[in-house]
């Protein structure tokens, strides 16, 4: 009986059978032709793998076990002990921790640049073992967009590589390769994934060699994402453009009514006329700015912070983003935990900034919702 399914099936199999040696062999001598071990390759996470590599138009991929574990690889693609990275200042508060406390204590050292200077002044930074500059293309969580082709163009003007998380945007609104990068990387628990349901990473590259390190680094660190986790992430971006449309959309909206209320102070959408870089965002992301938005409150304050949450019924505090289903967070308070009070202050992240993740519900149902927490925020 042959059997053609229209969906991939879940290999939930740590091991896979060979009928003899001869098969061992054609595994060793043909690479891609037959799996062997979980570990080093699963038909789920590869199909994964792949449709990511297609939609940011890369050369392959490796699919790790959480966002985290994807910057980790890329990290590793270009560096060994007694190497240095730049890393832009405005980050995600994971990716600096990993570097401060981690890739650190392995002798790999780490400046960060500000923002003004990623695409003016990189040279400044920059030490003779510098390998790279990390950036990403929505910064978190202040929403700065970076000028993509500058940034290559520094970067690889001091023989450094551009790695690009590109998360934030996911590759339906931007795809970083056309601009130069040479890694992009994403948290696909977020955007990819969609569902709030999965927690995986991926890593693509640009070149062909670049793509085969990716691999080695995974298998050997044994970074694997599980055949479930791969599957759901795989079902998930089947919708990731018409998630991204409606996230965008909603987005908009939510951004335009903060901007008009009186108990906010400021907004940070790209989407906004008056973001700074509102014509840059707009030819990266192809006319579309995501679903991410930050605001910060004109009581800039914690108590401020808790009435918001406190009165919000569709906002459901959530240290995550990138769900179908609406939620908020709190920089100050868990991704950029790590940083001192006087680098959250530089960076602008108050007390009274929140950073919400706009689904794809109702749109007035939304609207109406924060009309009334903000309210609670006055006193």
Known sequence: MHIHPKITPIYQTSVFKFEDLNELELYFGEPGSRYLYSRNGNPNSDELAEAVTHLEGGAGAVATGSGMAAIFAALLTYCTAGDHVLCAADIYGGSAALLNQELDRLGIGVSYVPFEDLTTNLAAYAQPRTRLLLCETISNPLLRVVDLRAAAEAAHALGLKLVLDNTFASPVLTQPFEYGADLVMHSVTKYLAGHSDV????????????????????????LTLSPMESWLAVRGIKTLRLRMEAHSRNAQAVAELLAQHPAVQEVFYPGLAQHPQHTLAREQGAGRFGGMVSFRLLDDSTNAVSRFMRASQRFPFAPSLAGVDSSLSYPAGTSHRALTEEQRQELGITAGLVRLSVGIEPVEELLADLHQALEATVV
Do not use: H, M, S
Request: charged share 20%.
């Open 199 to 222: 927690t995986a990473g991926v890593v693509v590259a640009r070149t062909p060699e670049d793509a085969a390190r990716l691999r080695q680094i995974g298998t050997l660190f044994g």
